[in-house]
């Protein structure tokens, strides 16, 4: 198979994001050939990005959100943070302090050799900056600005601060999850819903990189660059169709169904042997049923005339789910996937991240690899979303440091002389630390 | 760009939407008589199963036309044939094996139409061991998606809300698609199999499993459930009329001042309610452990939102920065004024499905703005625009090829 060039070969980004949504965006594009060029703050952290804060933990934590290799912040803090490092690979990085007039030179030259410019910044914070989508296109006319604000660059909400829950409750998906007992018409306190598992970023990411996608095969069938506004809470709803849709059909207002199906019985989550290992069930259709019980080794209840129907399943799941619970409580959760699924069973174990890490399919698949980064040293991680069989893409770089690109894009790529750039660099727009006293 | 859309359900279905939404020419195939199974799903029109009134159904297809073709029948798989040299994409959602099986494949189809981008979505993707795997939504994110960390640690993992986890791979595909389809542009007959597996779709997402999988390794921590009584300042609170969602990671001065409380706690110099615990942990002096502190603070900010209406509530927060917002369900979401005004919502009437307000525009592009040029297929609804204005069948053949069982 002759070797294919990345399918965004060619392509150059110009990449302002900042916290998990845009930058995942940025990700998606980085990961599939294009050259995504990080500008970032040099007198100032982006907020939530390359670490929650400018000032290093001190103690210990066990936040998922909030560590280091080793648990050690070590120099620079802002290279070792877990958070950048999720999304940062394959990406280039460089410091820049808009709207100071000689960054903005250069920033507008970098423009002028670019394709597409991403951002996610709250839109007057994007103004701040000091550039709009009018001077990107006096610097190059067919440039692509994408925008992917929280609730829309205009509208009551525009000025909004949210974070992905924030979107998400306004989208009406955190009323769609949580346990299905948990909630009164007097209380929504959603444990599920406070603070551990969003959607809304990778939903908005992935929005913006599929708007650029459209808006890149848009030029190069007419040479017309665009301006693309994608708001995540826009996303959200396109995400829960159902509800919306039932509403409007049948003013119905769906709640949460806990871990049920609307038309699938039983499927549930059942508890296995060990601390806190999980199987997830899921049945349909009577061939479904018939494996199941297979599995089971066809117990007497299961010959129960009222499970022998789609609907009679449906209707009686809690009692049937006690029953499944007693099966898979002292079983292994592994070896009961594989059982079930020989059956002809939809049913999957709840991987912890370890699991993941050694399951023989991601293995057979290759979806994780190691990286060697200096400031963090060699990990494996999550590799490409999606495989292209002509096109094998191993990631080409791990997560730029601060600054690390400064010399090879402002000198070789923008040809800024020796003089220009060490006045930048001494104006301290140029560098790879933030001022020591933000974080010491 | 024309796309040959062989998928089903909701995930395929979603890619092709959007390929189709921003102005794709997608030609769905269905099977005779029962059509794609997303038929069968709620919600329906008035609550009245047909295979024309789901409104799912609706809501995934507008603007593709709609065609029969039984892919079993060795004639029907010949005119597929016809119809993917037709296409520049060829998408499709069948277990792995099934396309080889109905003389589909890859190879076959870029012999015979050199540069076909063939997309195929599926739960594990078309290699390895669980190939042939079944899986369901919550499937897919117990096993590859963070449902272990998802919940509370006292209960069982519990996944997302309606089927979040296909629309996502079906956003993931369509990128995938048209990033294969931009190369081909610029390079002729460079053609691409793009292999969607939906379990790779989650453990690759960045909320929050690929958080959740570096730090795993970089500490060695397992990351499951947490504690319901963990300490936390915030969560959803009624207020007069209606649901706040109010989450207090920063600017705790902030909110403090949002709730006219200016002391001693307002002048800290703490940023963070992280810093301001770890301040009042140290400080000499403090009466309460910084888990009853969060506590007692809870109970004012719930104290604080239920005498106002909600969005004085949210207006105030929103003034001194505390993250914040409405929680609606789908009523909210249909009246919110934000979604509304900036024209998210469209009216999609069907001659036998009746008129939905359906989630319109995802995107807004400035030159290639989002259309709703038809409503969704009526099962078969464009078989002669298909079989005999674009492959030049005559109407005896179609009611041949009827009679065969072919369409």
């Known amino acids: 198979m002759p070797v294919r060039k990345l399918p965004l070969d060619g392509v150059r980004i110009v990449d302002q994001t900042l916290a998990w949504a845009g930058p995942f965006g940025a990700q998606l594009l980085a990961d599939w050939g294009a050259e995504v060029i990080r500008v970032e703050p040099l007198q100032?952290?982006?907020?939530?990005?390359r670490a929650p804060n400018i000032r290093p933990f001190k103690r210990p934590t066990s936040n998922w959100a909030n560590d280091y290799p080793d648990g050690i912040p070590g120099e620079r803090h802002w290279n070792r943070h877990l958070m950048f490092q999720v999304h940062g690979r394959n990406k280039l990085s460089i410091t820049s302090d808009l709207p100071d007039p000689d960054c903005m030179e250069a920033y507008l030259k970098l423009v002028s050799i670019s394709d597409v410019v991403?951002?996610?910044?709250?839109?007057?914070?994007?103004?701040?900056?000091?550039?709009?989508?009018e001077m990107l296109r006096q610097a190059r006319p067919d440039i692509i600005l994408v925008r992917l604000p929280a609730y829309g660059l205009h509208g009551p909400y525009a000025t909004y601060r949210a974070a992905g829950r924030q979107m998400e409750s306004l989208a009406g998906h955190n009323?769609?999850?949580?346990?299905?007992?948990?909630?009164?018409?007097?209380?929504?306190?959603?444990?599920?819903?406070?603070?551990?598992?969003?959607?809304?970023?990778?939903?908005g990411g992935a929005s913006e990189a599929f708007a650029t996608m459209a808006a890149l095969c848009h030029r190069r069938a007419t040479?017309?660059?665009?301006?693309?506004?994608?708001?995540?809470?826009?996303?959200?709803?396109?995400?829960?169709?159902?509800?919306?849709i039932d509403y409007d059909l049948n003013g119905r207002i769906q709640g949460p169904l806990g871990?049920?199906?609307?038309?699938?019985?039983?499927?549930?989550?059942?508890?296995c042997k060990g601390e806190d290992n999980w199987l997830v069930i899921s049945v349909g259709s009577d061939d479904e049923w018939s494996g199941l019980v297979r599995a089971m080794g066809s117990p007497p209840w299961a010959r129960d005339r009222r499970f022998s129907t789609v609907l009679g399943r449906y209707r009686c799941q809690e009692e049937i789910d006690d029953h499944i619970s007693t099966w898979t409580r002292d079983k292994d959760h592994i070896e009961l996937m594989h059982v079930l699924q020989s059956e002809g069973v939809p049913a999957a174990t709840v991987h912890d991240q370890e699991e993941l890490y050694n399951d023989p399919h991601m293995k057979a698949r290759g979806f994780f690899q190691e990286l060697t980064q200096p400031s963090t040293g060699t990990h494996s991680y999550p590799g490409m979303s999606w495989q292209m069989a002509q096109t094998p893409n191993p990631i080409r770089r791990p997560s730029p440091m601060l600054g690390e690109h400064n010399e090879m894009i402002y000198k070789d790529l923008l040809g800024l002389t020796e003089q220009e750039y060490k006045r930048l660099e001494d104006a301290g727009h140029i560098g790879m630390d933030y001022p020591a006293h933000l974080y010491t | 760009m024309k796309v040959l859309d062989l998928t089903h359900y909701v995930a395929g279905p979603f890619c092709t939407k959007l390929l189709a939404d921003y102005g794709a020419r997608v030609i769905k195939v269905e099977r005779p008589d029962t059509g794609d199974p997303g038929r069968r799903l709620a919600p329906f029109h008035d609550d009245s199963p047909t295979s024309e009134t789901s409104g799912l159904f609706r809501y995934l297809n507008g603007n593709k036309l709609g065609i029969t073709l039984n892919l079993?029948?060795?004639?029907?798989?010949?005119?597929?044939?016809?119809?993917?040299?037709?296409?520049?994409?060829?998408?499709?959602?069948?277990?792995?094996?099934v396309m080889e099986r109905i003389g589909l494949s890859y190879e076959l189809l870029s012999d015979i139409h050199p540069g076909v981008i063939l997309t195929s979505i599926s739960n594990f993707g078309q290699t390895g061991p669980y190939s042939q795997y079944k899986a369901t939504e919550i499937i897919e994110y117990a096993i590859g998606g963070p449902m272990l960390f998802t919940g509370t640690s006292e209960r069982e993992p519990l996944k997302l809300g309606s089927r979040v986890g296909m629309i996502f791979t079906g956003q993931e595909a369509a990128m995938a698609t048209l990033m294969a389809f931009y190369r081909r542009m610029g390079r002729d007959n460079e053609g691409e199999h793009v292999d969607v597996s939906i379990m790779e779709t989650q453990a690759g997402s960045i909320d929050r499993q690929t958080a959740l999988l570096v730090n795993n390794r970089y500490t060695g921590n397992r990351f499951s459930r947490l504690d319901a009584s963990e300490a936390y300042l915030g969560g959803v609170y009624p207020a007069l009329d209606g649901f706040l969602d109010v989450q207090v990671i920063e600017r705790f001065p902030q909110l403090l001042a949002a709730m006219g409380q200016p002391d001693t706690i307002t002048e800290s110099e703490a940023v963070t309610l992280a810093q301001f615990l770890d301040k009042w942990e140290n400080a000499e002096g403090n009466p309460l452990e910084s888990g009853d502190l969060i506590k007692e603070l809870g109970v004012m900010l719930e104290k604080w939102v239920r005498a106002r209406p909600m969005g004085q509530a949210w207006a105030q927060f929103q003034r001194h920065g505390t993250l914040s917002a409405s929680f609606n369900n789908a009523a909210g979401v249909h009246a919110d004024p934000n979604f509304s005004l900036r024209g998210l919502w469209t009216s999609i009437e069907g001659a036998n499905s009746g008129r939905g307000r359906f989630p319109g525009r995802l995107s807004i592009m400035e030159r290639t703005p989002w259309q709703a040029r038809r409503p969704a297929p009526d099962l078969g609804e464009h078989n002669p625009d298909v079989y005999i204005g674009m492959l030049g069948y005559s109407p005896r053949d179609l009611s041949r090829l009827r009679q065969m069982g072919v369409i």
């Open chain 1, 44 to 49: 100032f952290m982006q907020r939530a990005t």
């Open chain 1, 118 to 133: 991403m951002e996610n910044n709250v839109p007057q914070t994007y103004d701040k900056f000091g550039a709009s989508y």
């Open chain 1, 175 to 203: 009323w769609l999850r949580g346990y299905r007992d948990e909630t009164t018409d007097e209380s929504r306190d959603l444990i599920s819903v406070r603070g551990t598992t969003y959607l809304a970023d990778a939903v």
């Open chain 1, 223 to 244: 040479g017309e660059g665009q301006l693309v506004e994608v708001a995540s809470a826009d996303a959200v709803v396109h995400h829960v169709p159902e509800s919306v």
């Open chain 1, 259 to 271: 871990n049920a199906h609307p038309s699938r019985a039983p499927q549930a989550c059942y508890r």
């Open chain 2, 72 to 97: 079993k029948h060795a004639l029907g798989a010949k005119i597929c044939r016809e119809l993917a040299c037709w296409a520049d994409v060829v998408i499709e959602s069948f277990t792995p094996g």
